[in-house]
């Protein structure tokens, strides 16, 4: 799991174009907080890792969701679609199902 932790961690980071430092400034840490981590010498606490999930825009189950890439992009699809009719909707999973083919 701390394997799996620090891997996605950094997935993320690097996705959003953040370097460790940034981060960790971000989140009121010192600057090589991130680095330990994805290092493997430290683990965050419960409330940093919520920091961690809001820093990122994404729930604690989209971070752990390995099947999920890209959790930020597929959150904004999601929020963006909400706004669409049925039929747009209807559209967009036609076009999904002959992408995947």
């Avoid at 965050?44 to 971070?63: G, V």
Wanted: hydrophobic share 40%.
């Amino acid at each position: 799991m701390e394997d799996f932790f620090r891997q996605r961690l950094a997935q993320l980071r690097i996705q959003k174009g953040i370097s460790a430092r940034d981060m960790s400034l971000s989140l009121g840490q010192s600057e090589s907080y991130i680095n330990k981590i994805e290092n493997g010498k430290a683990f965050p606490s419960m409330q940093i890792f919520f920091y961690i999930c809001e820093y990122f825009n994404i729930t604690p189950k989209d971070f752990f969701d390995a099947e999920n890439h890209n959790p930020v992009i597929l959150d904004g699809l999601i929020n963006d679609m909400k706004t669409l009719t049925s039929n747009q909707i209807a559209c967009i999973a036609c076009m999904i199902k002959e992408l995947k083919r």
